[in-house]
């Protein structure tokens, strides 16, 4: 089972970078030799929505750094309408910490946010994790409005964390006491949390995702400028942003492995890593890590 | 760079298992206290088309038995036109060798025997490995009349191992370099090798892939009887197997894990693994050392 660490999200103090761009609220914890590994978050999520038992063991070895965009919990400003804008504003928190190079577990539109930024710099990203996310021009990204996700979220038992263990987890009862696992290691932590994201956020984000439907010229060609080794991951049942988006990003990017998982559903991130704490298979941490503890 | 270990199929004698149905030939090297790893092989191969820079390092900690189906090499009779009666053969070997249960690696047509053998009798794995194969029902299976392979295997400048570095590997120079080391690794074997395959072995090994494309009922609903722990491989260029089928059998098998591999072509056992030898990222042989010597 999992346990609370020294490090982890559940403790962090929640810190503040001012740039001449915005405020950003962030996160920061863990040590190591490695290169601090950078976490972009999913659609509407904030610094409370990344599950301890995810970011805490990637904490050993090398520093984790959670991010919140412009508009998002105790960040200032705006919340772009485009991948592009948000990428600006990930860059622009990186060059206020002084990173030049780090690794990035980009999550859903965070992995999203991750292409953008290797695109526009492709120096600032060593190695990449794209989880449960989908390549420019990719289909049927976070179409909310789908029954498997409108039911949920019309629901008005559903609240809160409620409907993320719906949503972000396969009705099976593995997958849903995994689901339930995942709540409470979100509520553990007291204290300093952010404000819960209102429905401006989530409209300027679902704006996002039109624009990252669109592509001009060939299509996924643009997937070859990413060069970095990158780790896709995804559940095979996930309904906000179906595995066909994952397929692409490993037959488009030149040096990605694919890794797929069962009985997981939109969240793989969280479902099947949870998962993987209580039953085989069981290497999706050790993937992580071995990834990033090798030698470049 | 790879080096012969003592427990090795370049050095390992060839045996012989007499049964009820055949005499197989087989080999059977390393030794822990790990469950035996059972081989199954592709289109007409042999025993010396296993590569001993996947087969050695998975001999650490358990033993390797690499099998000889009937018709093939050394092993008596003839090679059956259906993959039913492959599995036959290979269940009638572990039956002689009193084998209960294994783990197993099938490759291309092994891992159709393999799929074939976990549904005639689930007692006979405890975890399965699929390399660059396709579920029953499955497409574009081995379509040697394609162009990209029908070329090379018309074209008189490429003989024997020359033709499988050609198919077997990508048009890059770094997929087409692992080639040529593969070839050398499986030239290293001195004396005690089996016969290569004749155009009868080839003839009956088509037949089978075009019975296997065939299926009636509901599509890959056979797959849900297999209940094992799977770890599904493939390189994303397959141009035997397309990594579609690969795909399927992610998303059908109901306690699967999926890995593709880029800049490898149909064999990615061969391809992507000695690949993964050389430059990241590396992790093929580690995940299958992993997923087997996990506790189940």
């Known amino acids: 089972m999992w346990e609370a660490r020294a490090a982890s999200n559940t403790s962090a103090p929640t810190q503040f970078l001012a740039t001449g761009k915005e405020k950003y ?3 920061r914890f863990g040590e190591g030799p490695g290169l601090p590994l950078v976490f972009l978050q999913h659609f509407t999520g904030t610094l409370d929505n990344w599950d301890p038992a995810v970011t805490d063991p990637l904490a050993t070895g090398r520093e984790v750094i959670l991010f919140e965009s412009a508009g998002l919990g105790r960040s200032s400003g705006k919340v772009p ?3 592009a804008g948000m990428a600006a504003h990930a860059l ?3 060059d206020g910490l002084g990173l030049k190079t780090c690794d990035v577990l980009g999550f859903s539109l965070g992995g ?3 292409q953008q930024m290797a695109l526009d710099r492709p120096s600032i990203f060593r190695r990449m994790i794209l989880v449960g ?3 420019r021009g990719g289909e049927l990204i976070m179409h909310l409005d789908k029954r498997s996700l409108a039911e949920p979220l019309a629901d008005p038992n559903l609240k809160g964390y409620a409907v993320l263990q719906k949503i972000f987890f396969a009705p099976t009862d593995s997958s849903q006491a995994a689901g339930a696992a995942f709540i409470e290691r979100l509520t553990k932590r007291n204290g300093d949390r952010e404000p819960v994201s209102g429905p401006q956020v989530a409209q300027a984000q679902i704006a996002a995702f039109r624009d990252w439907e669109k592509f001009s010229g060939e299509r996924f060609a643009d997937l070859r400028g990413i060069r970095q080794p990158v780790l896709v991951v995804n ?5 906000m942003i179906p ?7 490993g037959e488009n990017l ?15 991130c969280f479902s099947s890593t949870t998962r993987s704490l209580v039953k085989p298979p069981r290497f999706s941490l050790p993937i992580f890590r071995m990834r990033l503890t090798e030698s470049s």
């Open 25 to 27: 609220a962030y996160r």
């Open 81 to 83: 309408e485009t991948v």
């Open 92 to 94: 622009a928190f990186l």
């Open 112 to 114: 999203m946010v991750a």
């Open 133 to 135: 996310t989908a390549p």
């Open 235 to 239: 559940g095979v049942h996930d309904e």
């Open 243 to 249: 595995v066909r988006n994952s397929y692409w990003l």
């Open 254 to 268: 030149p040096n990605a492995v694919l890794m797929t998982y069962p009985d997981s559903d939109t969240v793989p």
